[in-house]
Every structure is written in structure tokens, then in C-alpha cells.
């Protein structure tokens, strides 16, 4: 089972995807695997759907966004093959298969990590279905999420609170970064692609901001409660490391109760565009998901 | 002793660099250090300077050019922090001072290298001074000459020598790739930066694949007759790891000769711009440097 909005942009982002990154026959084969075999690995592709929605929303052909949402996933994807490495989290897994490094050694993974996020940016820069203004105003927006004021600065976070005991404000600091950076990206980005106002832009960011720290709390949660199997990883995992989770902060009844209250924020901000249907089902169904 | 060029920009350059990267009070501030560390250590500037150099020559005003200047260094900076990666090189020091990983351990060094990619790109797409669509034109050949089709490229084929004989072609093709792709980022950019015709840029790709190469061949040269103490790095240690460079390939004299005609070549194609006098004084400085 999966969200409505994920259904209707799977397959176009997967060809997409698929087209952005070729498999090329060169003396530099390997990066090209390398970096398919994070990219297309069947991950859910909630943030490219919903930069694309959002630019729908706002009045756009969602088709034209693709290059947009693609960069997206690839900055999305580098950051995994990033953060699994020995040096950072030492993951051998990811959504059940070895992780990137496992298969195509450190040096590679490393390679195809920053690959990947250079690509994202020529992707970007290399479209032409919209004018340029626009699409330097979502790109440069999802850099600066993406950057040391988003997402790196929240990796850079958690390696910090490694082996500590966080306090409230600091594991939601480091979340609204290293998780919620990317989804307002994907969000604000598809608004800013389509010329949206202010309003919209700020709706856009609520509905983000609420979606992605539910997604965190759940993520939390399914380490505890959820089947390995289903989810394609050992769960336990944050208990035996240690690490802070909301799980660990709140208990698991306090974590369900905030879902709840996140996911009808999530539904307000929604209920705000005309046809924000997909959104409001998708928030729901990111409130129940089980992997 | 310097060549005038780099003389000219480089007080700009460090300047920019600075502002650009801030030292940030914050709960991240760590990630600033890393990457202010490898960004602000008296490198040469020789890309970005190259950078302004072609824009001024196609009529434009260099000091628009420094966020591209100072995105290209970033660029530049981040590949050698992970370059020396004990999962990479394994380079202990980079220019007589300890190399990044070093200083700051692994984790934030890799998360350093991304954070100077994903800047780069946030600078050049902030800038305000240059009409969107050649800024778009410039950021776009800068991305595709330092990803997968350029300087990464290059360095998965670099991986991919080692320990092997490569022959002449897997060497050029290589050094093209890991070394030139930059230097044509640089001249190109410049140009397309300030709009110009496919004369200059054509003249531009020529000027910087003779310097570029012949950048390399004295790299590989000053390891074997180089002074440690002018070069900040050991000498010798090419041979050491037993890596195929242009000396293995050609001997001594031979390089010298390589490099000599290089040099005309870069004075040739500098020579068509009117005013080209500091690009043909820069060859003959890079031709004869020490460090």
C-alpha cells in the first residue's frame, strides 16, 4: 500500500531518473553503477512527488518540474550513501541491500556520493521548461537547504550529540535540519518553481515542517515496534547505539500523540490549496506507514 | 615571486572566500572550521583568478565574476579534502600543514567536502550581478566539468590506475579529466560568464588544455626534482606508491620539452584576445614554477 501521490509520480520519477543518470560505457563505468545502484533502489520518492505536487498546486505541468524533483532525490540519495559509511553511521544496510560502500568499496561510495550531488545541480541548471529566474530561485533554495544552513548542518548535529543525552530543544533542531531541510526543499521548492506568492509559500512550509517531524518520530518509532522485514533493517538499532530518539525523549505513547497532532497541522496547512486532497491522504498515510 | 595575475585578484579572491564562508556562531560551528581550515590556506587561486581574468577579457567587469571565482575554488577545495581520505590517497599533509581529516577526523571531513560542493553552488545562484541566463550558462559548464563527465570522472580513473601501468592515452585522458576539467571550468566559465562568442570560448579551451597539462607534467616533475621545503608536500612520494606519472612515462627531459611546447601552445591561444599579456605571463610562471 502506498500513498496516492506517490503511485501518480513513481513511474515518471523513475524513468526520469533512470534518463538522468545513464549507465554509461566508459572508462568510468563503475561511478555510473555505483551511483544507479543507490539512486534506484525503489525508495519511496516522497520528496521529488511532492515538489512536484506542489508545483501543481501552484498552477505548473508537473512534468516540467522533474529535473527539479530529480535533483532532489539525488542530493536525498548522496546524503544516505554519505552517512553510511564507516566513518560516519557504519550501516552495512539500506532498504535491505548491502549499502553502497559494501558493494562498491569506500573510495567509490565516497565518489559516487559527491557525484551524485554535482549531478543534482547540473540537472537542475541543465533544464529548460522553465524560465531561468524561477529555476534559480528553487534551485538556490534547495542549495541552501541541502548546505551547511540545512541538511549538512544537521548531520553535523548529530555526529556532535553522538553518545550524549540531547536535550528536547537539540534533537529538534537537529531533525528540522538533517530530515525536515529536504522536505520544505521539496515543498517551498515546487511553489518557488511555479512563481507562487507568499502565502503559498508559507503554507507550503508549514505543511513541511509538520510532515517531517512526524516522518522523524515515526521513523523512531518503527525502530522499536516495527518488523525488520518489512522495513529492510535491523530494528533495535538506535537502542544499541545509544542514540537519542523521540522514543527515547518522550516514550512511545507521548511519540503516537505527537504524530496525531502533527499530522492534523499537516491536514490545516493542506486544506489551504484547492485539490491539496493527495497531500492531505499522504500526510495521513506517512502517520500509519510501517516501513 | 607570483605571476601578476594571480597577484591582481588574489587580495579579492581571499577576501570573498572569507565572506562568503563565514565563521558561524551556531550549534554547527565546527563544520565552519573545517571548512574554512582547507578554503583559507594560501592556496594559489590560480582557477578563480583564472575565472576573472577571461571575463575581464570578454569585456566584463571581474569583480562580478568573484561568486563563480570563489564557487570553482570551492569546488576545487572540497575535491582535495576528500582526495586525501585515508579510504582515497590517504594524504597525511596538503601544502605543509596537516590535511583536513587530520585536524578534524574523518566524519566532518567528508561532511566538510560535501558542505564546500553544495556552497559552491549556493553562491553562484545567489549572485545578483550577472543577467540569470549567462549565470545559469557559467554554472552549468562548471557543474558538468567537475562531476561525473569531468573532474570525477577522473578521479574514479585515477582509482582505477592504481597500481597498474597506464598507457600514454589512459594518462592523458585521466589528467584531462581530474586536473583539466577545472582549468577549462575556469577559463570557459569566464567567458561564458560575460556572454561571449564561440571564438573566445573555443580560444579559452585551448589556453586552458596546454596550461592544464603542462600544470600536471610539473607536478610530476617537481616530485622527482622539487624541493620539500618550497613544495610543503614530501618529494618522491609518486614513486614511493609506485603511480604512473608523465616522468615514468617520458623521463625528465622529455617532460621539460612536453612542457616547453605546452607552453607555446597556451601563448598562442592567449595571444588571440587583445590585452591576453597576463594570461601568456601566467603560462611561463606555471611552466618554470617550484610549489
Redesign the interface.
Known amino acids: 500500500m502506498s500513498a496516492d501521490l506517490l503511485t501518480r509520480y513513481g513511474d515518471g520519477i523513475e524513468a526520469s531518473l533512470d534518463r538522468l543518470f545513464p549507465m554509461?560505457a566508459?572508462?568510468?563505468s563503475?561511478?555510473?553503477s555505483a551511483?544507479r545502484y543507490s539512486l534506484l533502489d525503489g525508495g519511496k520518492r516522497l520528496r521529488p512527488a511532492l515538489l512536484m505536487e506542489f508545483y501543481r498546486l501552484c498552477g505548473g505541468n508537473p512534468v516540467d518540474a522533474l529535473p527539479f524533483a530529480c535533483g532532489l532525490e539525488m542530493i536525498h540519495t548522496?546524503?544516505l550513501i554519505?552517512d553510511d559509511?564507516p566513518?560516519?553511521d557504519d550501516d552495512d544496510y539500506r532498504r535491505g541491500r548491502l549499502s553502497n560502500h559494501k558493494v562498491y568499496?569506500?573510495?567509490?561510495a565516497?565518489?559516487a556520493?559527491?557525484?551524485l550531488?554535482?549531478?543534482a545541480?547540473?540537472v537542475m541548471?541543465?533544464q529548460t521548461a522553465v524560465p531561468?529566474?524561477r529555476?534559480?530561485a528553487c534551485?538556490?533554495y534547495i542549495?541552501?537547504c541541502?548546505?551547511?544552513y540545512g541538511m549538512?548542518?544537521g548531520?553535523?548535529?548529530d555526529?556532535?550529540l553522538e553518545g550524549k543525552t540531547a536535550s528536547e530543544e537539540?534533537q529538534l533542531?537537529m531533525i528540522a535540519l538533517k530530515t525536515g531541510a529536504l522536505l520544505r526543499a521539496a515543498c517551498v521548492g515546487g511553489c518557488l518553481l511555479a512563481g507562487a506568492d507568499e502565502t503559498a509559500v508559507a503554507r507550503a512550509e508549514q505543511y513541511a515542517q509538520a510532515v517531517g517531524l512526524a516522518f522523524q518520530i515515526r521513523d523512531d518509532l518503527l525502530d522499536v515496534i516495527g518488523d525488520a522485514k518489512t522495513l529492510g533493517k535491523q530494528t533495535g538499532s538506535d537502542a544499541q547505539k545509544e542514540k537519542c530518539t523521540f522514543v527515547s525523549l518522550y516514550g512511545k505513547e507521548a511519540c503516537e500523540k505527537k504524530i496525531d497532532a502533527l499530522t492534523r497541522a499537516a491536514v490545516e496547512a493542506a486544506g489551504h490549496f484547492t485539490d491539496g486532497q493527495a497531500l492531505i491522504e499522504l500526510a495521513c498515510w506517512l502517520a500509519g506507514r510501517d516501513h
Open positions: 554509461e566508459c572508462r568510468q563503475a561511478i555510473f551511483c548522496y546524503s554519505h559509511l566513518c560516519m568499496g569506500e573510495a567509490l565516497t565518489l556520493g559527491d557525484a550531488l554535482n549531478r545541480f547540473e541548471l541543465e531561468s529566474e529555476a534559480v534551485a538556490r542549495a541552501r541541502s548546505g551547511v549538512i548542518g548531520q553535523v548535529q555526529l556532535a537539540e533542531e
